[in-house]
């Protein structure tokens, strides 16, 4: 389920690449960014989707090859994204997998663990590192990290997910204090569970979970984080860095 909310923040020019944007969080992303005015990249490895969804946007929009699992794929994919786009002003490091889920701590194997912190941990931080001098050059560089709430309560039988997930946060903070001499500014949001494809296998009861633990008590859609994430690419943000924004319905609180 994914609905484009009309966006109150603009970013009319700014050129942002999105990770794991051919469905689900991040293509809600997508939309919200050019309907903001914002030129888009999307980065996938759904390549049907991943084009599909570039020609509906238009001319705003660009397809870019990009697997978190290869180190050349990211290189070649920024680059493709900053070429597309004649630059970068903005980076929201979305894609990841879970594989994890329903497995209590026992029931992980090794590989999954790896494949997991592959994508999510390190894949992060050489999409990053590759995409920096270009935010850099920018001059209001901007990095948002898509975390979970998660890694915020411990959610049970998700140990490699959750896991990935607060390393993504403790990254983030690092990555702010190294960055921040370029101008650029690096936060993360934690969304609750969301209605999205990737959480379809997510059992009934964890969802009523949810809906029972939130202040607002509804399910949580898509376009509940996109105007987080708006707010964190904006020049608005440019003194906001280091931070965790959860976007739940007050299910964590800090």
């Not at 701590?105 to 592959?118: A, H, K, N, Y």
């Not at 946060?169 to 204090?177: E, H, K, N």
């Amino acid at each position: 389920m994914t609905t484009t909310a009309i966006p109150e923040i603009r970013l009319d020019g700014r050129r942002v690449l999105v990770t794991g944007a051919a469905r689900g969080l991040g293509e809600s992303f997508a939309r919200a960014l050019v309907a903001a005015g914002a030129r888009v990249a999307i980065g996938d490895v759904l390549h049907e989707r991943g084009r599909a969804l570039a020609a509906e946007l238009g001319a705003a929009a660009h397809y870019v090859p990009l697997d978190l699992l290869d180190g050349d794929s990211i290189r070649a994919g920024v680059t493709a994204a900053v070429q597309a786009l004649g630059g970068l002003d903005g980076l929201i490091n979305n894609a990841a997998i879970t594989n994890s889920g329903g497995k209590a701590m026992d029931e992980l194997d090794v590989d999954t663990w790896d494949r997991v912190m592959d994508v999510n941990v390190r894949g992060t931080w050489l999409v990053t590192v590759a995409a920096r001098p270009h935010l850099a050059a920018s001059g209001s560089g901007r990095v948002v990290n898509i975390a979970s709430d998660t890694a915020l309560w411990g959610a049970p039988k998700l140990l490699a997910y959750v896991a990935s997930k607060g390393a993504v946060i403790a990254m983030t903070r690092a990555l702010a204090r190294e960055m921040g001499a370029d101008g650029i500014t690096v936060n993360a949001i934690a969304p609750g569970l969301t209605l999205v494809e990737a959480t379809e296998y997510v059992p009934r009861a964890r969802h009523e979970h949810y809906l029972q633990g939130r202040a607002i008590a509804r399910a949580q859609l898509p376009a509940d984080v996109d105007a987080a994430a708006l707010f964190l690419l904006s020049h608005g943000a440019g003194f906001v860095t280091g931070q965790l924004l959860p976007v739940n319905g007050g299910f964590v609180m800090n």
